[in-house]
């Protein structure tokens, strides 16, 4: 069966709105790695510009060796290799004539790594394609001050000359995550695109019709459809993209702690007559604040043990179904502390 390569996804459209930091969230399947690739490696062939593929973790590089399989036909007479760290390519040229020297095309870095690189330069770098900056719940988790760890790396290759552009790619997981949450940005449903920071920012809602025709054909399309896992793979719904249990805080709540985790403080309040927990952006500025871990530790904080009563009592009323929160953002932040401690 031929197959419609135009329901696969095109970036041509978010490079022609000239942002720095690129968004492009969308379906499984539908070709937003595969594109990064090809358009880099087309824009290697006629400028000799590089890019680097960066992953969070090593071991999401355990397969790079077939980097460049589903790409190397479109590219007729040249050839390509991964060796160690980085991607190769040459001109394929006649037997009877002496192989072309193989260059460097690409860089495959880890952010968890890439600290230890603050000294390494690349002068001929003007892409990096970040892969999966958004998890998935599962056996890989974000960095310590992840966001910090980017920028520090994306100042390594960059050093403030503007010339490095970044393509960030990702599967409709969750709307908070900390790219979106720490830059501040809120893309919203049937929105393609999103420009912020003055045009130094896009977002764009990956979404194909002819996709999600084409899937709603195959057998295995019809068997998830109706399920949350079409919604998230073809769908492009995020999992947290819903209102459960946010509420704004009562009026007869009253103030109970303030913690501190991941850099991000939120109020506890209780409202005892309905036995309710709010979890809120807000608390008294001069209240006394718990931080969770050493990182999160200040001058004129307290630090909290994870069998606290404190913590203990909120985990109580949360498997009761009577804890609510005032945003999306402060749910998912408080289900990190909950993974953190291990409720």
């Given at each position: 069966m031929a197959v419609d390569n135009s329901m696969y996804y095109d970036a041509h459209e978010i490079m022609t709105r000239n942002a720095m930091f690129n968004f492009v969230v969308g379906g499984r399947g539908t070709g937003k790695t595969y594109d990064f690739k090809?358009?880099?490696?087309?824009?290697?062939?006629?400028?000799?510009?590089?890019?680097?593929?960066?992953?969070?973790?090593?071991?999401?590089?355990?397969?790079?060796?077939?980097?460049?399989?589903?790409?190397?036909?479109?590219?007729?007479?040249?050839?390509?290799?991964?060796?160690?760290?980085?991607?190769?390519?040459?001109?394929?040229?006649?037997?009877?004539?002496?192989?072309?020297?193989?260059?460097?095309?690409?860089?495959?870095v880890t952010l968890a790594n890439?600290?230890?690189?603050?000294?390494?330069?690349?002068?001929?770098?003007?892409?990096?394609?970040?892969?999966?900056?958004i998890i998935d719940k599962g056996n890989l988790h974000y960095m310590a001050n992840e966001i910090k760890a980017f920028q520090d790396f994306y100042n390594t290759v960059d050093r403030f000359q503007d010339r490095v552009r970044v393509m960030f790619m990702a599967n409709a997981v969750a709307l908070t995550n900390p790219y979106f949450i720490g830059f501040n940005l809120k893309p919203r449903k049937n929105q393609r695109f999103l420009m912020a920071h003055k045009g130094y920012m896009c977002v764009e809602m990956v979404e194909s019709a002819k996709f999600k025709a084409h899937v709603d054909k195959t057998r295995f399309g019809q068997m998830i459809m109706g399920t949350s896992y079409y919604d998230y793979a073809v769908g492009n719904s995020f999992h947290d993209d819903n209102d459960k249990f946010i509420a704004k805080k009562s009026e007869d709540a009253r103030f109970y702690f303030a913690l501190r985790f991941d850099n991000k403080i939120?109020?506890?309040?209780?409202?005892?007559?309905?036995?309710?927990?709010?979890?809120?952006?807000?608390?008294p500025k001069d209240c006394v604040v718990y931080a969770l871990t050493k990182s999160d530790m200040q001058?004129?904080?307290?630090?909290?043990?994870?069998?606290?009563?404190?913590?203990?009592?909120?985990?109580?009323l949360y498997m009761q179904g009577s804890v609510y929160f005032d945003s999306i953002q402060t749910r998912e932040f408080f289900n990190n502390v909950f993974d953190y401690l291990g409720f």
């Amino acid at each position: 069966m031929a197959v419609d390569n135009s329901m696969y996804y095109d970036a041509h459209e978010i490079m022609t709105r000239n942002a720095m930091f690129n968004f492009v969230v969308g379906g499984r399947g539908t070709g937003k790695t595969y594109d990064f690739k090809y358009k880099r490696i087309k824009h290697y062939i006629k400028t000799g510009k590089q890019f680097i593929y960066l992953r969070r973790y090593k071991s999401e590089f355990e397969d790079k060796a077939e980097f460049f399989a589903d790409v190397v036909d479109r590219f007729e007479g040249y050839e390509f290799k991964v060796e160690g760290m980085k991607g190769y390519i040459r001109k394929v040229l006649p037997e009877d004539q002496k192989p072309e020297k193989w260059s460097v095309l690409c860089f495959f870095v880890t952010l968890a790594n890439a600290l230890t690189k603050k000294s390494v330069p690349y002068p001929d770098v003007d892409w990096i394609g970040f892969d999966e900056f958004i998890i998935d719940k599962g056996n890989l988790h974000y960095m310590a001050n992840e966001i910090k760890a980017f920028q520090d790396f994306y100042n390594t290759v960059d050093r403030f000359q503007d010339r490095v552009r970044v393509m960030f790619m990702a599967n409709a997981v969750a709307l908070t995550n900390p790219y979106f949450i720490g830059f501040n940005l809120k893309p919203r449903k049937n929105q393609r695109f999103l420009m912020a920071h003055k045009g130094y920012m896009c977002v764009e809602m990956v979404e194909s019709a002819k996709f999600k025709a084409h899937v709603d054909k195959t057998r295995f399309g019809q068997m998830i459809m109706g399920t949350s896992y079409y919604d998230y793979a073809v769908g492009n719904s995020f999992h947290d993209d819903n209102d459960k249990f946010i509420a704004k805080k009562s009026e007869d709540a009253r103030f109970y702690f303030a913690l501190r985790f991941d850099n991000k403080i939120v109020g506890i309040w209780v409202d005892y007559s309905e036995g309710i927990y709010y979890v809120c952006n807000r608390y008294p500025k001069d209240c006394v604040v718990y931080a969770l871990t050493k990182s999160d530790m200040q001058p004129n904080l307290l630090m909290i043990e994870k069998s606290s009563v404190l913590l203990k009592s909120v985990k109580k009323l949360y498997m009761q179904g009577s804890v609510y929160f005032d945003s999306i953002q402060t749910r998912e932040f408080f289900n990190n502390v909950f993974d953190y401690l291990g409720f």
